[in-house]
């Protein structure tokens, strides 16, 4: 049980949370401080906080848990100011979708990332943003990431568990660079490809009629470009290295596919579907099953 978590940025992550947290009991005061008055009169209203406060020391003060859930490059920001409010008592974690960034920002403000500092990130989300898309199950049966550091507090490391599964959520533990380099391969560089496709559908002249006819793929290969496009730029930034790796890999297997398309070689084109779809098929029906097996009328 957590008596008093604090959250810096007050949106769909951060909502969510207290939301799941409360609905479970979990926490007895939830307190919201950020830089948008609007965003915290509207969880107020929504119940999804208890208070809140536009100054940073009064809505920390004796907090248990702080969570930072601002954009990635701006979580940098906000432990420059958290920094000198952190009492050894205080655990604080976050859910930005890249781990290294924080990581080399923590270490430069205090000279290594406090053991106290649990760095997170819940693999559940959605294109939409804000307090208002704040939902309670968001993390029900979805990954949480914990990134922990050879000097992370256990204890610290096994309160931010505790909060995740209170959620529902499943957490598993992952190296800071593993944890970049896979989520660049299955969520950084997806985003940019369907931000991308569709900004060039966009610039066509005939765009009106493209996206008038576009058929349901079109719908969900894209749904991801509705996308923050902030929350995207400061991922972008945040894991270049491996973002640029993914989209190199990825451009010399399009540029294969183009090679067959262009000679005609069917074979190399069905190959490259076939291999796709049975991966696909094999990945997320088995999840689907599993799910099936939990609960059968889902
Ligand atoms: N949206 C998603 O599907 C997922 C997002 N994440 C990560 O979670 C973090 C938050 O994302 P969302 O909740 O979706 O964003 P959001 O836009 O819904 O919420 C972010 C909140 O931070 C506040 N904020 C912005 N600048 C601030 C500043 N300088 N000081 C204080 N507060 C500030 C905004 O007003 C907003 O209330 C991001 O780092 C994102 O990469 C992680 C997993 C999934
Ligand atoms: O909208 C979707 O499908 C997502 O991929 C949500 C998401 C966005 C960012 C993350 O770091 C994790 C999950």
């Given at each position: 049980?957590?008596?008093?978590?604090?959250?810096?940025?007050?949106?769909?992550?951060?909502g969510?949370?207290?939301?799941?947290?409360?609905?479970?009991?979990?926490?007895?005061?939830?307190?919201?401080?950020?830089?948008?008055?609007?965003?915290?009169?509207?969880?107020?209203?929504?119940?999804?906080?208890?208070?809140?406060?536009?100054?940073?020391?009064?809505?920390?003060?004796?907090?248990?848990?702080?969570?930072?859930?601002?954009?990635?490059?701006?979580?940098?920001?906000?432990?420059?100011?958290?920094?000198?409010?952190?009492?050894?008592?205080?655990?604080?974690?976050?859910?930005?979708?890249?781990?290294?960034?924080?990581?080399?920002?923590?270490?430069?403000?205090?000279?290594?990332?406090p053991?106290?500092?649990?760095?997170?990130?819940p693999?559940?989300?959605?294109?939409?943003?804000?307090?208002?898309?704040?939902?309670?199950d968001?993390?029900?049966?979805?990954?949480?990431?914990?990134?922990?550091?050879?000097?992370?507090?256990?204890?610290?490391?096994?309160?931010?568990?505790?909060?995740?599964?209170?959620?529902?959520?499943?957490?598993?533990?992952?190296?800071?660079?593993?944890?970049?380099?896979?989520?660049?391969?299955?969520?950084h560089?997806?985003?940019?490809?369907?931000?991308?496709?569709?900004?060039?559908?966009?610039?066509?002249?005939?765009?009106?009629?493209?996206?008038?006819?576009?058929?349901?793929?079109?719908?969900?290969?894209?749904?991801?470009?509705?996308?923050?496009?902030?929350?995207?730029?400061?991922?972008?930034?945040?894991?270049?290295?491996?973002i640029?790796?993914?989209?190199?890999?990825?451009?010399?297997?399009?540029?294969?596919?183009?090679?067959?398309?262009?000679?005609?070689?069917?074979?190399?084109?069905?190959?490259?579907?076939?291999?796709?779809?049975?991966?696909?098929?094999?990945?997320?029906?088995?999840?689907?099953?599993?799910?099936?097996?939990?609960?059968?009328?889902?």
């Amino acid at each position: 049980m957590i008596n008093k978590l604090t959250i810096i940025g007050l949106g769909l992550m951060g909502g969510s949370l207290a939301k799941a947290l409360k609905a479970q009991q979990a926490v007895s005061e939830v307190v919201a401080t950020g830089r948008r008055v609007e965003s915290l009169e509207r969880g107020l209203q929504l119940g999804v906080i208890d208070s809140y406060s536009l100054d940073m020391a009064e809505a920390v003060a004796d907090a248990d848990v702080v969570v930072i859930a601002t954009p990635t490059l701006i979580a940098e920001k906000i432990m420059l100011e958290l920094a000198p409010l952190m009492t050894p008592n205080m655990i604080v974690t976050d859910v930005a979708s890249v781990k290294g960034n924080i990581e080399r920002a923590a270490e430069k403000i205090f000279g290594e990332v406090p053991s106290n500092f649990v760095l997170g990130h819940p693999i559940a989300g959605s294109e939409q943003s804000g307090v208002d898309a704040a939902t309670v199950d968001l993390f029900l049966d979805h990954r949480v990431i914990l990134t922990p550091l050879e000097n992370t507090s256990g204890a610290a490391l096994s309160l931010i568990q505790s909060m995740w599964e209170a959620c529902g959520a499943e957490v598993v533990r992952m190296d800071v660079a593993e944890h970049d380099a896979v989520l660049a391969a299955t969520s950084h560089l997806p985003h940019v490809l369907a931000y991308t496709l569709v900004d060039a559908l966009a610039q066509n002249g005939a765009a009106a009629d493209i996206f008038r006819f576009a058929a349901g793929g079109f719908r969900d290969f894209t749904r991801i470009a509705s996308s923050d496009p902030t929350m995207w730029h400061d991922i972008a930034l945040a894991n270049q290295a491996a973002i640029l790796n993914g989209i190199d890999g990825f451009s010399a297997h399009l540029n294969k596919v183009r090679a067959a398309i262009a000679s005609g070689d069917g074979d190399a084109i069905f190959a490259t579907f076939d291999r796709a779809k049975r991966a696909r098929d094999e990945h997320f029906l088995g999840q689907y099953l599993a799910r099936q097996k939990k609960s059968p009328s889902s």
